[in-house]
T-cell receptor, first 111, second 113 residues
Framework: GENVEQHPSTLSVQEGDSAVIKCTYS??????FPWYKQELGKGPQLIID?????GEKKDQRIAVTLNKTAKHFSLHITETQPEDSAVYFC???????????FGKGTMLLVS | NAGVTQTPKFQVLKTGQSMTLQCAQD?????MSWYRQDPGMGLRLIHY???????DQGEVPNGYNVSRSTTEDFPLRLLSAAPSQTSVYFC????????????FGQGTRLTVV
């Protein structure tokens, strides 16, 4: 099945700096890569996603890039704000079954 | 529009007890799933359903049962609770296959003593 590795596990940045979280996946047939944000005491919420036919996608301060050859994708947050502090999960949808495989999460702290 | 509703929010069980975690969605989504979240382990899939009457196992199904008699409801049953099942449980739903947005409930924090 699909395996998703996520790094780093924790990331501390100063307000206004950029943050980058990286994920790799194992199934070359995977075609959908969402990113979820989880605030304390809440369920994860989709913030951005990308499909395998696109290399980059932006939504205001958030962007995601995908390198299918290297099988990795990254989340970029610019001009970070305190409200960006949360746990971020990457995920990938592999082939053969209709489920998402999640990375282990990155705790982002903006101070 | 309530989205995905999980009950209860908190539960303490004794080892060997059984219970059902409830999950209901009002978005007419076909796809529903249960995940458990443990520190440093991310979200791991327990069971999922692609429609009423159809369920399948995920990554960590042992000790859990599910059924899907209606589109709206997807309960998770713990047959004989064990301390290893102490976790936060999330239910999620999606309109189509998982390459569309998954909506998560608020979670159930379960402690087995």
């Amino acid at each position: 099945g699909e395996n998703v590795e996520q790094h780093p596990s924790t990331l501390s940045v100063q307000e206004g700096d950029s943050a980058v979280i990286k994920c790799t996946y194992s199934d070359s047939a995977s075609n959908y890569f969402p990113w979820y944000k989880q605030e304390l005491g809440k369920g994860p919420q989709l913030i951005i996603d990308i499909r395998s036919n696109v290399g980059e996608k932006k939504d205001q301060r958030i962007a995601v890039t995908l390198n299918k050859t290297a099988k990795h994708f990254s989340l970029h947050i610019t001009e970070t704000q305190p409200e960006d502090s949360a746990v971020y999960f990457c995920a990938a949808m592999g082939s053969g079954y209709s489920t998402l495989t999640f990375g282990k999460g990155t705790m982002l702290l903006v101070s | 529009n309530a989205g995905v509703t999980q009950t209860p929010k908190f539960q303490v069980l004794k080892t060997g007890q059984s219970m059902t975690l409830q999950c209901a969605q009002d978005m007419n989504h076909e796809y529903m799933s249960w995940y458990r979240q443990d520190p440093g382990m991310g979200l791991r899939l327990i069971h999922y359903s692609v429609g009423a009457g159809i369920t399948d196992q995920g990554e960590v199904p042992n000790g859990y049962n599910v059924s899907r008699s209606t589109t709206e409801d997807f309960p998770l049953r713990l047959l004989s609770a064990a301390p290893s099942q102490t976790s936060v449980y999330f239910c999620a739903s999606s309109y189509e296959e998982w390459n569309t947005e998954a909506f998560f409930g608020q979670g159930t924090r379960l402690t087995v003593v």
